[in-house]
């Protein structure tokens, strides 16, 4: 017998990326394997009202956006980008998960303190002259 772990599996409306179905994620001992989308639509009655060619979906990990799914108010797809948004303040307030931004403002940090230290060197260069 072993462990699986199975990610949430988030289908979607691909021309609005309104959510439709989310699986949700699965532990257990046992044979499971990922459903295919034509399984998914025999399985869960709520897809089935839907035409297959018009509904995407996304595979998540296990554990993936976690903290997000726990904390926001509700969530969507973006169609373009094909990535998932969170509404954390409000409930059609749609932005990147809370993950990415803090990543970005890491980035953004470093960033800033990599010109400061650049601008310290050209500052002690002209006191120098």
Partial sequence: ????????????????????LDTGEYTGYDQTKRTTKEED????????????????????????????????????????????????QKPDLFEKPMIEQLKELKDEREQDQQRILDLELMLAKVKKL
């Fill in 41 to 88: 639509f025999l399985l869960h009655p709520e897809l089935s009202k839907y035409v297959i060619n018009e509904i995407e979906h996304i595979d998540l990990s296990f554990g993936e956006f976690r903290e997000e799914f726990t904390t926001c108010l509700s969530f969507r797809v973006n169609p373009q980008t094909k990535k998932i948004e969170f509404a954390y």
């Fill in 1 to 20: 017998m072993s462990f699986t772990q199975l990610g949430r599996r988030i289908y979607y409306s691909g021309s609005n990326g309104t959510l439709v």
